[in-house]
T-cell receptor, first 114, second 110 residues
């Protein structure tokens, strides 16, 4: 069964460093998302991506964050100058169409900023 | 903005019992989806119910949707230890993104 894969599963980084979280969405899917979940809290929407551009972003997704689909298969989230409060699980998701299609989530990347 | 809110926050039941959790939301939706998350793992899609549907079944899962009350419920029948997880509702509106609630943590005791 097709699945969304994320790498790495766990990333530890020093405060102020840049990290890139990688995702391979399901191949025929058109919509891509990044969400994050701080330990014990809600799953929060960060950004959606469609047709090679950001379609929507949340207040969390400020200039520190960027997304890219560099080669037609990977979908990356870059966090510049990480802060302690960026520590969270980051989930990538993809869906085949728009509304009324299920979203498939990856297993997540646990980011720890020290 | 987050608009799905689950109730209760936590639920502990005996194996074999049914588990019911509710989700309320604020604005109009195209569909509502339920997900399961085992501790520290990813989100697994359980079921999607469209705004023009009132009830849907999938195995031991039963979901209802009442758009007039802006609420949904998820029933897990004959629960098993493996059902221990957090359950989230997510609303899907015209903006193509899912908005998640805080989740219900279900513990099934053997």
């Amino acid at each position: 069964e097709p699945e969304v894969t994320q790498t790495p599963s766990h990333q530890v980084t020093q405060m102020g460093q840049e990290v890139i979280l990688r995702c391979v969405p399901i191949s025929n899917h058109l919509y891509f998302y990044w969400y994050r979940q701080i330990l014990g809290q809600k799953v929060e929407f960060l950004v959606s991506f469609y047709n090679n551009e950001i379609s929507e972003k949340s207040e969390i997704f400020d200039d520190q964050f960027s997304v890219e689909r560099p080669d037609g298969s990977n979908f990356t989230l870059k966090i510049r100058s990480t802060k302690l409060e960026d520590s969270a699980m980051y989930f990538c998701a993809s869906r085949e169409g728009g509304v009324s299609t299920e979203a498939f989530f990856g297993q997540g990347t646990r980011l720890t900023v020290v | 903005s987050q608009q799905g809110e689950e109730d209760p926050q936590a639920l502990s039941i005996q194996e074999g019992e049914n588990a019911t959790m509710n989700c309320s939301y604020k604005t109009s939706i195209n569909n509502l989806q339920w997900y399961r998350q085992n501790s520290g793992r990813g989100l697994v899609h359980l079921i999607l119910i469209r705004s023009n549907e009132r009830e849907k079944h999938s195995g031991r899962l039963r979901v209802t949707l009442d758009t007039s009350k802006k609420s949904s419920s998820l029933l897990i029948t004959a629960s098993r230890a493996a059902d221990t997880a957090s359950y989230f509702c997510a609303t899907d509106s015209n903006d193509y993104k899912l908005s998640f609630g805080a989740g219900t943590t279900v513990t099934v005791r053997a």
